[in-house]
């Protein structure tokens, strides 16, 4: 009895020797890389919901997660270069915020590590990936895949503006699916018999030459098309839209908040919040090619009243119902 007692206080000894090294192991630290065209991040408030989905699926950076951020400050020839660098990383998955070219670099950069779109225009055309249902290779996420976008924003500008006929567009023409983005705007003015006059710009140094174009054509309002070189630069927009008197409709809340009059967009703190989740499932263990391209389901109307009363607007009852948010 003496030695089976013994002998038990050993299996129990190194039982609980087992236990005690596995409670020492360190959690897996898992590693995301985190591409961005802008200085930091252009949506703010949608990195931030992505960061606490994360949290909430149960990462906690700095514990068992690292993000490492690069961030191309506008400057499209670098996109490759960072892209790159977070391969070198041996990052376990890279999130693109946005933006076409910044997507297309992390592809070019990898075949292997998986990358998820934290929104992206339309994907299938731009060659990211080979159908929503089923992506194929390494690339997956979300789209802003919404035909109905660029009549619902005219369409609410218009109700804004009665008067509305003649619209100046400002779009960034060196990203490849806003080409796309502005033949869906063409086609949605034709329909409502409004004429549109193109403000292409390729980078900073063209916003000026926009803003003059559209002064001396006396556009009657001004529609910004979602863009991430333009929301780095929406208070320089705000700002010539507030100096000419210009009603304008734009691409995200930001811009609202910053003195615009009106936005209608996805909610791309929920566009955020998925991509956290396509993360997480890839962290464990599915693959890209088998996850769909989700599109927006939620979409929300912001109304400045404080901006509609500088430039003499009234606001519609049927807009301030549907609105989402008004800003006073």
């Avoid at 009234?314 to 119902?321: D, G, I, K, R």
């Amino acid at each position: 009895m003496r030695r089976s007692a013994i002998g038990l206080t050993l299996v129990l000894g190194i039982f609980v020797a087992i236990l005690a090294a596995e409670a020492q192991q360190p959690a897996k630290l898992y590693r995301i890389g985190y591409l961005g065209p802008g200085s930091d991040s252009t949506l703010p408030a949608a990195l931030d919901a992505f960061r606490q989905q994360l949290h909430l699926l149960g990462y906690v950076e700095g514990q068992n997660v690292a993000i490492a951020y690069r961030w191309a400050a506008d400057r499209d020839d670098q996109l490759p270069r960072l892209a790159a660098d977070l391969v070198q990383l041996k990052v376990d998955v890279i999130v693109v915020e946005g933006h076409t070219l910044a997507i297309q670099a992390a592809k070019h950069a990898t075949s292997t590590i998986p990358i998820v779109m934290s929104v992206s225009g339309d994907p299938v055309k731009t060659g990211l990936v080979e159908s929503l249902a089923r992506p194929g290779g390494n690339v997956t996420g979300l789209s802003l895949l919404t035909p109905e976008l660029a009549p619902k924003r005219l369409e609410l500008l218009k109700e804004a503006v009665p008067t509305l006929a003649r619209v100046a567009v400002l779009w960034n023409a060196a990203n490849p699916v806003k080409v796309l983005d502005w033949h869906e705007t063409q086609a949605a003015a034709s329909a409502l018999g409004l004429q549109l006059q193109s403000l292409a710009v390729r980078g900073p140094q063209d916003f000026a030459g926009a803003f003059d174009a559209t002064t001396k054509d006396r556009a009657d309002a001004l529609v910004v098309l979602p863009d991430g070189l333009i929301n780095s630069h929406r208070q320089q927009v705000v700002d010539f839209a507030m100096a000419s008197r210009l009603p304008g409709m734009y691409p995200y809340r930001e811009f609202v908040a910053a003195g615009g009059l009106m936005s209608y967009a996805p909610s791309y703190v929920d566009l955020f919040r998925r991509a956290a989740v396509y993360v997480d499932r890839i962290l464990q263990g599915a693959k890209p090619a088998d996850l769909p391209v989700e599109q927006p389901t939620k979409f929300e109307l912001v109304l400045n009243m404080k901006t509609a009363q500088a430039l003499g607007i009234t606001f519609p009852p049927t807009l301030l119902v549907l609105a989402d948010e008004v800003i006073r």
